[in-house]
């Protein structure tokens, strides 16, 4: 099952990935990207891709575990 990474370091919570998958992926207090679930359903998997790839800073990915 795919599993979701993000760089923290990277994030500067612009949230167009919780416009796009507010199930998966949140804003903290501090602006940072929080993971609402480490894995992935393989049938989920292209929704939650296509909202990493909306990062404007590339700090979301899915890693096949
Ligand atoms: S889109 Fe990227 S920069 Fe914006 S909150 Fe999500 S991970 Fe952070």
């Not at 612009?14 to 480490?38: H, K």
């Amino acid at each position: 099952m795919p599993v979701l990474k993000a760089d923290l370091a990277a994030c500067q919570g612009y949230a167009n990935c919780v416009v796009a998958a507010d199930d998966v992926y949140d804003i903290d207090d501090d602006g940072l990207v929080v993971l609402l679930r480490s894995e992935v359903e393989e049938s989920d998997r292209t929704r939650v891709e296509t909202a990493a790839r909306s990062c404007p800073v590339s700090a979301l990915w899915l890693e096949d575990a």
